[in-house]
C-alpha cells in the first residue's frame, strides 16, 4: 500500500491563559477552520484522532469532552491517543495507508496553565524510583541539559543563541505567547533559574488547540491546490531510565528520522517540537540538520507550548511553510516523555 | 483495498485477579507479552512495533506509563503507540495495531493492555467528579442500570434474563484457568439473592475488578506463513464513535454499536451473524447487556435479545456460545477487558482455547468491545481461514 | 430569552479542583525492586547485573537495551558520583522531601554503570558540578521507600560517606519490602468554560438555560458550547421549563458512591425537561424510591442559597401531575 497522504489544511488556537473557553471550546474553532479549510464536508471525512492527556485535564476521558466539538454523528470511526496528537496524525496516516479511509481529521487540545505541568509531566517518570522524589519535566531536561553541556556537546551560548533566535522568531508568529528583539548576550546577562537553564530557555505555558486534515491523493488533488505530502513518518522511544540514557545525543530521534528518510533529500525547514533551548541544539545534530536548514521559522515550542498540540503544531507550520512557498521539503518533530524520551519524525514535501 | 493481510499469531494473558502483588506493573505486561511471544515463537527482538492500550492514567497514577514500560515491553528503538478510547480501548488497541501491519509498516506488531487496578480503585478511577461536570451520583452502574430498566421496559422482558446471564458466563469461566472469578457454587437463586446493588443489578450481575494484562502478537500474511502455531486471520475491524448526549439519542440501542457491526460483518462477508459466527466474545460487564447486545448486533430484531438469552441459544454448548472464556462478568482488568474479547475470539479460530474451544464450524468468531457512555465500539471478526 | 448583557455575568467560574487518590497509591514490588526497597531499608543500594556484565541501578527488572530479564542483584556504591544536576529553588512542601533548596542530580554509584536520580543536600549551587563525589546519608528510621535515603551530601576528597544507622523504625526489618504507596495529589485551577458558566449562572438565578446552535432546534441542556452532532457553537441561550418527565431511572443501594449521594436508598434518574433535547441526569427526591416510575412527571428542587454550582439544582420531585404518555417520551429512553 504506497497511497500518497497530504495534509490539505491546518489550523490552531493558542492563549497564554485561557481564562474563558474550556477544553471543548478550544477545540470548536480549529476544527470548523480546519474543515472548512479543507474543501471535504465534515459529514465525508473517513477517520477522526485526537490526542491529548487526561492528567493536563484533571480527570479521566479528557478526548470525550473533546468529541463534542467535533460533530459525531452520524457515528464516525474515531479514535484517540493519550500522547501528542502528533501521534494521532500517525494513527490516521496508519489507517489511510490501510485503505479503511480517504481523509482524516486529526486535532489534539490542552490547558496546561490549569495546573503545574511540569509537575504532572514529571509524574512520567518511573513511578517507583523517579516519581516519589517529584523532580518536575523541567527538573529533568535540566538534568540532560547539564549532561550534554559536561560532556561537552553544546554549552550555554549555544542555549542562548536558540532561544533568542525562537523570542525574535515569536514576533512575527501571531500564534506565539512569547516575542522579544533579543540578543543571546542578552540572554546570559539574565539569572539562571533552572541550571544550567535561564527562563527564556523554557518553553512558555500556553493553552491551545490544533487540528490537521489528511487526505490520500487523489482526493487531496481534488480538493486542495497545494496539499503537502508525508514523505516519510517515523518514530522511537528511548529507555525511560535517565541514568542509563545517552543524554550527548537523542538516539530515538536519530533513528526515527533514519526511518523517516529525512537524509533522502535536502532539508531546507525544520519545525523541532524543543522544548528547552538545549534540545534544538541535541534535536538539529541528531536529525542531520545542517547549518543550511531554517530550524523553527515559526519560532517552535519556545514560543508557544499548547502541550499535547505542540507536535502537531510543528508538522502543521512545516505543512504552512511548504504551502507559502518557504520551502519545498521539510522535517516536524514532535516529542513525549522526559526529556526528550520519544520522538516522532515526519518528512513533508510539496509538489 | 490492498491491505497487507494479518494474522493473530500469539496469544498470552495473565492469570485475572483481583490484586497482583508479586509483580510491578511492567511486570505484569511483560508477563502477558512473554506468553504471546512464546506462543509465537518469536522474541522481543523480532518485534517491529508496540502498540500499548490501558484505561485512564489515574488508576495508577503515572502519566502515560508506556513510556515507563518501554524497556519491558521490549519497545526501545522501536515505534511505541498508546491508545486510550475508554472501554473500548483493548479492541482499538487491537485494531491499532492490525492497521500497522495493513498499512505495511510493520511485519509483526506485539499488542498489549493491561490495567492494575489494585493500585487504586476501580470505582475511584471511574467518577473522579470534576469541577462543573454534571457528577455520576451513582457510580457507573448507576449511569448502566436505568438504561437496563429501559431495556426491559421495551422489550417486556422478563427479571431473571440477567441473572441467567451471570450464571451463564461464570460457568464458562470455570473452563478458563486464565479467568478471575471461579464461583463454581453459582446457582440463578444465588444470583437473585445477592446484594442489591444498582436495582435492577445485583452484585453478581456485575463484573469484578482485576488486575491483569493481555498481549497479541499480530502478523502480516509472510510473517504468518512462518508462525509455528495455528493462527487466526483478521477478516474485518471497525471502530465508531457517538457523542455521549445528544438529541435524539438511543443510549440502549446505539446506532454507533449498530453501524460498527454492520461495518464489520460487511468486510468478513457475515450476512445473519447468528449463522455465520462460530461464538461471539461480547464485552458484557453487567449480565443485561448480553440481551441489548444481541439486539445491537444484530443477532435478532430489537426487543427479542432476552428471547435468546432465556432459550440458552447463547449458552456454551448453543447454537452461538456467547462469551464461552467467560467474559467480562468473570474478568474486567478494564484496560484489558476489550483485548481480552479479542484475543479469546482469536483463540477461538486457533483451536486453542482448550477447555472452553467451541465446535469451529464456520471458522468465524467476533470480538466486541465498549466504552464511555455506550458510545465508543471497536469489532473484529477473525477466522481459521485467511479471508478471500 | 436571550442572554443578559451584564459584563459580570460572563466572568469566568473558577474552581479549585485536586486529583488524588486518598491514601497514595499501593505499588506491589516485583523481584527486583523489592531487592531495591528492601536494601535502602537496610542502608545498601542494590543494583542488578544485566545479562553482558552492565551494573544497573536501580536495578532494572529488564534491561534497557535488550528488554532481557536481570536476576542478579549486586550492592553498589555507597559513594558516587555526579552525572549531570540541577538545583529546586523552591522547594515544595509535602512533595520534595527536603524543605530547603536543593539540587536534584543523576548519581552514578561506585560499581554501577548507570546512574540513579537523587536528592543532594548541598548548601548552594556553587557547590555542585558534574563529577563531584556525594554519598548518601540515611534517614534513621527507614521503612522501605525512596526516603530511606534521605538525601545525597558532598563528599570530600578520599572521605568515606557515613554508615547507615541503625534502623530505628519499630516494624519487622527481617521481611523484604513488597510494596510502596506512593501519595500523588495534584492540583488544578479549572474554568468552567463560557457555556457551563452561563448555565451554572442560571442555576444561581433559579433558572434552568439551555443552548442551542444557530440553524437547529435542540435545545441542550446542560449546554456544553456545541452542539454534539454538528460541531457547531451553541450560541443561542433558551430558558427551559423546570418541569419535566422521568424517562428511566435506578434504585442506588450502595452507599458512598459520591459527595452528594443522599442516604441509601436513593433513585438517580434521567429526566427529560420540557423543551430540552436531551435528558438531565441526578436525584429524584421527595418521595420514597419504590414510588418513581418511568413517565412521572417532575419539577425541579432548588437549594436553599442558589449559587451558580451544579449542586445548586438539587435534582427533581413529584408534580403529583398524571404520568405523561408512554408515546411523549418513548423516543428518550
Known amino acids: 500500500m504506497t497511497r500518497r497522504v497530504g495534509i490539505v489544511s491546518f489550523a490552531q488556537v493558542t492563549s497564554p491563559c485561557e481564562r474563558r473557553r474550556n477544553e471543548v471550546e478550544l477545540v470548536i474553532p480549529v476544527v470548523q477552520e480546519a474543515v472548512a479549510a479543507s474543501g471535504i464536508p465534515r459529514a465525508e471525512i473517513g477517520f477522526t484522532c485526537s490526542g491529548s492527556c487526561d492528567y493536563l485535564y484533571g480527570g479521566p476521558f479528557a478526548f470525550v469532552s473533546g468529541l463534542d466539538a467535533v460533530g459525531a454523528w452520524p457515528p464516525i470511526r474515531e479514535s484517540h491517543v493519550e500522547a501528542d496528537a502528533a501521534w494521532a496524525l500517525y494513527e490516521a496516516w496508519l489507517v489511510i495507508r490501510s485503505g479503511e479511509v480517504d481523509s482524516a481529521l486529526v486535532y489534539g487540545f490542552g490547558k496546561p496553565s490549569t495546573t503545574d505541568a511540569a509537575e504532572v509531566l514529571g509524574l512520567q517518570a518511573d513511578p517507583y524510583t523517579v516519581a516519589p522524589l517529584w523532580p518536575s519535566a523541567t527538573d529533568l531536561a535540566a538534568l540532560a541539559a547539564s549532561a550534554a553541556i559536561a560532556a561537552g556537546v553544546l554549552d550555554e551560548r549555544d542555549m542562548a543563541e536558540a532561544a533568542a533566535a525562537a523570542r525574535r522568531a515569536g514576533l512575527t508568529n501571531p500564534h506565539a505567547v512569547v516575542g522579544e528583539d533579543v540578543t543571546a548576550d542578552e540572554l546570559l546577562a539574565r539569572p539562571v533559574t533552572h541550571p544550567p537553564l535561564r527562563d527564556a530557555d523554557l518553553a512558555p505555558v500556553t493553552d491551545g488547540s490544533v487540528a490537521v486534515v489528511l487526505a490520500a491523493e487523489e482526493l487531496a488533488r481534488k480538493v486542495c491546490d497545494a496539499p503537502v505530502w508525508i514523505t516519510g513518518i517515523a518514530h522511537r522511544v528511548d529507555t525511560p531510565s535517565l541514568g542509563a540514557r545517552d543524554l550527548t545525543d537523542v538516539p530515538s530521534a536519530r533513528a526515527a528520522a533514519v526511518a523517516a528518510g529525512v537524509g533522502d533529500g535536502p532539508v531546507e525547514v525544520a519545525e523541532l517540537a524543543a522544548t528547552h533551548s538545549h534540545e534544538v541544539v541535541l534535536l538539529r545534530r541528531a536529525l542531520g540538520l545542517g547549518p543550511e536548514v531554517a530550524v523553527n521559522p515559526s519560532g517552535g515550542a519556545l514560543v508557544a507550548n499548547p502541550v499535547v498540540s505542540t507536535g502537531l503544531i510543528r508538522i502543521g507550520e512545516a505543512a504552512a511553510g511548504i504551502r507559502a512557498g518557504q520551502a519545498r521539503r521539510a522535517v516536524a518533530h514532535a516529542a513525549s516523555g522526559p526529556a526528550l524520551q520519544q520522538n516522532l519524525v515526519c518528512v513533508l514535501e510539496g509538489d | 483495498m490492498g491491505a497487507v493481510r494479518t494474522a493473530v499469531i500469539g496469544v498470552g494473558q495473565t492469570k485475572h485477579t483481583a490484586a497482583r502483588t508479586d509483580v510491578t506493573m511492567p511486570g505484569l505486561v511483560r508477563e502477558a507479552a512473554l506468553e504471546a511471544l512464546a506462543d509465537a515463537g518469536l522474541g522481543f527482538a523480532d518485534i517491529d512495533a508496540v502498540v500499548l492500550g490501558k484505561a485512564p492514567d489515574t488508576f495508577e497514577g503515572v502519566v502515560m506509563p508506556e513510556l515507563a514500560f518501554a524497556d519491558a515491553l521490549g519497545a526501545v528503538g522501536k515505534p511505541l503507540l498508546r491508545v486510550h478510547t475508554a472501554g473500548s480501548v483493548g479492541g482499538t488497541t487491537a485494531i491499532v495495531g492490525a492497521k500497522h501491519v495493513m498499512a505495511g509498516v510493520a511485519e509483526r506488531v506485539l499488542v498489549v493492555a493491561f490495567e492494575k487496578q489494585s493500585e487504586s480503585n476501580a470505582t475511584w478511577g471511574l467518577t473522579i467528579p470534576m469541577p462543573f461536570t454534571p457528577p455520576l451520583v451513582a457510580g457507573a452502574g448507576g449511569y448502566f442500570a436505568p438504561l437496563i430498566r429501559a431495556y426491559i421496559r421495551r422489550a417486556n422482558a422478563p427479571a431473571h434474563i440477567g441473572h441467567l446471564v451471570a450464571v451463564k458466563d461464570r460457568l464458562n469461566a470455570l473452563r478458563n484457568p486464565k479467568a478471575h472469578l471461579h464461583l463454581p457454587d453459582i446457582t440463578l437463586e444465588q444470583v437473585a439473592e445477592s446484594f442489591l446493588l444498582w436495582e435492577p443489578l445485583r452484585y453478581l450481575d456485575t463484573c469484578p475488578s482485576s488486575d491483569g494484562a493481555m498481549a497479541l502478537v499480530l502478523a502480516s500474511e509472510d510473517a504468518a506463513r512462518a508462525a509455528p502455531g495455528p493462527v487466526a486471520w483478521v477478516h474485518g475491524t471497525a471502530m465508531r464513535s457517538e457523542p455521549t448526549m445528544f438529541a435524539g439519542r438511543d443510549q440502549v440501542n446505539p446506532q454507533a454499536g449498530r453501524d460498527c457491526a454492520a461495518d464489520v460483518y460487511r468486510q468478513a462477508g457475515i450476512r445473519d451473524p447468528r449463522r455465520d459466527l462460530d461464538c461471539a466474545e461480547v464485552y458484557v460487564p453487567f449480565s443485561w447487556y448480553e440481551p441489548m447486545w444481541l439486539e445491537n448486533l444484530g443477532f435478532c430484531e430489537p426487543g427479542e435479545g432476552w428471547k435468546l438469552t432465556e432459550a440458552g441459544v447463547t449458552a456454551f454448548d448453543g447454537e452461538i456460545p456467547w462469551n464461552p472464556s467467560g467474559g467480562v462478568l468473570s474478568s474486567n482488568p478494564i484496560g484489558a477487558s476489550g483485548l481480552i474479547r479479542f484475543g479469546e475470539a482469536a483463540q477461538q479460530m486457533r483451536g486453542r482455547a482448550g477447555d472452553y474451544q467451541v465446535p469451529v464450524r464456520v471458522g468465524k468468531a467476533l470480538g466486541h468491545a465498549y466504552g464511555g457512555g455506550s458510545q465508543f465500539f471497536a469489532m473484529w471478526v477473525v477466522g481459521a481461514e485467511p479471508p478471500d | ?333
Request: hydrophobic share 40%; charged share 20%.
Open chain 3, 1 to 333: 430569552m436571550t442572554a443578559t448583557s451584564d459584563p459580570a455575568a460572563d466572568a469566568p467560574l473558577v474552581e479549585h479542583h485536586v486529583l488524588e487518590y486518598p491514601g497514595g497509591y499501593t505499588r506491589s514490588l516485583g523481584p527486583a525492586l523489592s531487592a531495591f526497597f528492601t536494601g535502602l531499608r537496610d542502608g545498601r543500594l542494590v543494583g542488578a547485573r544485566t545479562p553482558d556484565g552492565r551494573v544497573v541501578v536501580p536495578p532494572a527488572e529488564y534491561d534497557p537495551h535488550t528488554g532481557a530479564a536481570v536476576e542478579e542483584w549486586v550492592e553498589v556504591g555507597p559513594a558516587g558520583t555526579v552525572t549531570a544536576w540541577t538545583w529546586v529553588a523552591r522547594p515544595k512542601p509535602g512533595k520534595h522531601h527536603l524543605d530547603r533548596p536543593f539540587a536534584f542530580a543523576l548519581i552514578r554509584p561506585d560499581g554501577a554503570d548507570t546512574a540513579l536520580l537523587g536528592v543532594v543536600d548541598a548548601p548552594s549551587p556553587d557547590v555542585m558540578a558534574v563529577g563531584m563525589r556525594v554519598g548518601p546519608r540515611w534517614a534513621r528510621a527507614r521503612h522501605g521507600t525512596v526516603r530511606d535515603l534521605e538525601a545525597w551530601v558532598p563528599l570530600e576528597a578520599g572521605a568515606r560517606p557515613e554508615p547507615a544507622p541503625p534502623d530505628e523504625a519499630p516494624e519487622a526489618a527481617d521481611e523484604p519490602v513488597t510494596r510502596i504507596v506512593c501519595p500523588i495529589r495534584l492540583d488544578y485551577e479549572i474554568n468552567a468554560g463560557v457555556a457551563t458558566s452561563r448555565y451554572l449562572r442560571g442555576l444561581a438565578q433559579r433558572r434552568i438555560i439551555g443552548q442551542r446552535a444557530r440553524d437547529a432546534q435542540h435545545v441542550y441542556v446542560p449546554p456544553r458550547g456545541s452542539d454534539p452532532m454538528t460541531g457547531a457553537p451553541t450560541e443561542i441561550e433558551v430558558e427551559v421549563a423546570q418541569t419535566g418527565t422521568v424517562t428511566t431511572f435506578c434504585i442506588t443501594n450502595i452507599p458512598g458512591l459520591s459527595e452528594l449521594a443522599p442516604p441509601i436508598p436513593y433513585v438517580t434518574a434521567q429526566v427529560l425537561l420540557d423543551g430540552a433535547a436531551t435528558p438531565w441526569f441526578g436525584l429524584v427526591t421527595g418521595c420514597a424510591p419504590e414510588e418513581v416510575r418511568m413517565g412521572m412527571r417532575v419539577r425541579a428542587v432548588w437549594a436553599d442559597e442558589p449559587a451558580p454550582d451544579a449542586r445548586t439544582l438539587i435534582g427533581f420531585e413529584p408534580t403529583g401531575e398524571p404520568d405523561a404518555p408512554y408515546e411523549t417520551w418513548k423516543d428518550y429512553a
